[in-house]
């Protein structure tokens, strides 16, 4: 028998963690984190060294705009999978 592929295994993964809240609610307090985390690194201990190039700037809030995205999204995704969850019980 072949071993899982490694998309197999990636899509096996967040399969799980999707369908469990508690793992789900895990991951998005924590990406929750790094990304404040992120911004106040950005903010107060890089900030001259993010002013003294433009590509680097727009680089790090890019990557932050994006994290952000993804954070927004995922708790969408929690939010919508809730309801639904809490709609099948009824």
Known sequence: MKPASRWNASKGLAKGILHDRTLRRKILGRSA???????????????????????????????????????????????????REETDRL
């Open 33 to 83: 984190m790094l990304l404040l985390a992120i911004f106040a690194l950005g903010l107060w201990v890089i900030d001259g060294w993010l002013m003294g190039s433009m590509w680097r700037f727009l680089i790090w809030w890019g990557a932050c705009g994006a994290l952000a995205v993804f954070v927004a999204v995922f708790a969408l995704y929690d939010a919508l999978r809730v309801i």
